[in-house]
Nanobody
Framework: QVRLVESGGGMVQPGGSLRLSCVVS????????LAWFRQAPGKDREFVAA????????LYADPVKNRFTISTNSAENTAYLQMNGLNPDDTANYSC?????????????????WGQGTQVTVSS
């Protein structure tokens, strides 16, 4: 069994920053890929970013490129999402997801382990 627990969400003003964390515990995933997705009220789940197990490869959705940075600490089985330049369109529940094996995928159906999510609200 694999468990993912997110933290770091909150409320921030436009232009602000937040850092999300995702701690992975349980059975080790070979060549795992960790990803962040988000879902705003009334909208479909949206891919944000993904990273390979040792951080060699990353993939970003266009709306977050050059603002968000995904990273990983393999020794601590933790993935991070540094979010800068936040705007109200970034308001959503952010979830961490994991799968075994490459490649990095943006489709949520490729990921079979999910956390409960952490809420990010950007508002003045």
């Amino acid at each position: 069994q694999v468990r993912l627990v997110e933290s770091g969400g909150g409320m921030v003003q436009p232009g602000g920053s937040l850092r999300l964390s995702c701690v992975v515990s349980g059975r080790a995933l070979n060549n795992s890929v960790l990803a962040w997705f988000r879902q705003a009220p009334g909208k479909d789940r949206e891919f944000v970013a993904a990273i390979s197990h040792y951080g060699v490869s990353t993939l970003y959705a266009d709306p977050v490129k050059n603002r968000f940075t995904i990273s990983t600490n393999s020794a601590e089985n933790t993935a991070y999402l540094q979010m800068n330049g936040l705007n109200p369109d970034d308001t959503a529940n952010y979830s961490c997801a994991a799968k075994s094996g490459k490649p990095l995928n943006s489709g949520s159906h490729f990921y079979y382990y999910w956390g409960q999510g952490t809420q990010v609200t950007v508002s003045s």
